[in-house]
């Protein structure tokens, strides 16, 4: 299994805290994703990572910021949650194969609650 | 905006049917992938193809890429109860570029 952890898994907040969600890798793998999963909405890219300090938005990004000091951390942080952020959050990790996106082995989520 | 649309969204069959999930687009892609999630897990990769009218095959379960690599299909032959689960397909553009996602097919195999 690839080296991927989301912390924390759980998390309970009340609405206009700061949240910030941790996604660690042992792989050495230039690529990192957020993305959020919703009933009937499947995996939407939140933010994703280049390299170091490279980050771009996805289709979902407002209400969240990202940042990846190191190669290995790359974290998501909701400055002020909103109900609408109750999800399930993704990480993901990739690098090129043969010029195209590789597989994405993913964290184990992160149920975020917003109460 | 690239778009995958998947079908169906939800499918309930008996073990040893045999089922087709299609996932489709106007776009053009560089490669799609097809993953499988279980609850309470990320989605794991099932298979990748990069090359219009590509097939392939992972046991019980073949994979096409459409000739102008804007759609394709997974085919599940005689089902079984352990390939419940959510089915995702994903599509890669430019390299290094994230993938975007279908909404997915839930698949309830019962015995």
């Known amino acids: 299994d690839a080296g991927i952890t989301q912390s924390p898994r759980h998390k309970v907040t009340e609405t206009g805290t700061p949240v910030t969600l941790r996604c660690h890798q042992t792989?050495?793998?230039?690529?990192m994703y957020w993305y959020r999963q919703d009933p009937g909405h499947g995996l939407r890219l939140i933010h994703y990572?280049?390299?170091?300090?490279?980050?771009d938005k996805g289709e979902v990004s407002d209400g969240y910021s990202v940042s990846r000091s190191k190669t290995e951390d790359f974290l998501l942080t909701l400055e002020s949650a909103t109900s609408s952020q109750t999800s399930v959050y993704f990480c993901?990790?990739?690098?090129?194969?043969?010029?195209?996106?590789?597989?994405?082995?993913f964290g184990e989520g992160s149920r975020l609650t917003v109460l | 905006t690239q778009l995958l649309e998947q079908s169906p969204q939800f499918l309930s069959i008996q073990e040893g049917e045999n089922l087709t999930v299609y996932c489709n687009s106007s776009?053009?892609?560089?490669?799609l992938q097809w993953y499988r999630q279980e609850p309470g897990e990320g989605p794991v990769l099932l298979v990748t193809?990069?090359?219009?009218?590509e097939v392939k095959k992972l046991k019980r379960l073949t994979f096409q890429f459409g000739d102008a690599r804007k759609d394709s299909s997974l085919h599940i032959t005689a089902a079984q109860p352990g390939d419940t689960g959510l089915y995702l397909c994903?599509?890669?553009?430019?390299?290094?570029?994230?993938?975007?996602f279908g909404k997915g097919t839930t698949l309830s195999v019962s015995s």
């Open positions: 993901a990790i990739s690098e090129l194969r043969q010029g195209v996106t590789g597989e994405l082995f």
């Open positions: 792989e050495n793998h230039r690529y």
């Open positions: 990572s280049y390299g170091v300090k490279d980050t």
């Open positions: 776009s053009v892609f560089s490669s």
């Open positions: 193809v990069v090359t219009g009218g």
């Open positions: 994903a599509g890669g553009s430019q390299a290094g570029t994230a993938l975007i």
